[in-house]
Nanobody, 120 residues
Framework: QLQFVESGGGLVQPGGSLRLSCAASGDTMDYHAIGWFRQAPGKEREGVSCISSGGNINYADSVKGRFTISRDNAKSTVYLQMNSLKPEDTAVYYC??????????????WGQGTQVTVSS
């Protein structure tokens, strides 16, 4: 069973950038699509981006043109490069095994996530 540890979050000013990392363990991630999800206070968890085992990518409309997802199977890590950050990007970010098309999670066992706060 795959487990994930998210890292790279922090406090950043609007317009700034962060790179999140999602380290997988417990099984190979090579054959799985991996997604990033986020949950803001008082809101439901939403899909942000997803990358399939073959490298096909899906983004939520709200982050298109600003975020870039990538994967490095040799490092068992999925990344989310976040540029031009906005206050509405503030949330706890999680990674998980996912369906990419449509962008839906496949897990009910979430990790701790990493906090992203965008504020001046």
């Amino acid at each position: 069973q795959l487990q994930f540890v998210e890292s790279g979050g922090g406090l950043v000013q609007p317009g700034g950038s962060l790179r999140l990392s999602c380290a997988a363990s417990g099984d190979t991630m090579d054959y799985h699509a991996i997604g990033w999800f986020r949950q803001a206070p008082g809101k439901e968890r939403e899909g942000v981006s997803c990358i399939s085992s073959g490298g096909n990518i899906n983004y939520a409309d709200s982050v298109k043109g600003r975020f870039t997802i990538s994967r490095d199977n040799a490092k068992s890590t999925v990344y989310l490069q976040m540029n031009s950050l906005k206050p509405e990007d503030t949330a706890v970010y999680y990674c998980a095994v996912a369906f990419c098309f449509p962008l839906l999670s496949r897990t009910e066992n979430w990790g701790q996530g990493t906090q992203v706060t965008v504020s001046s």
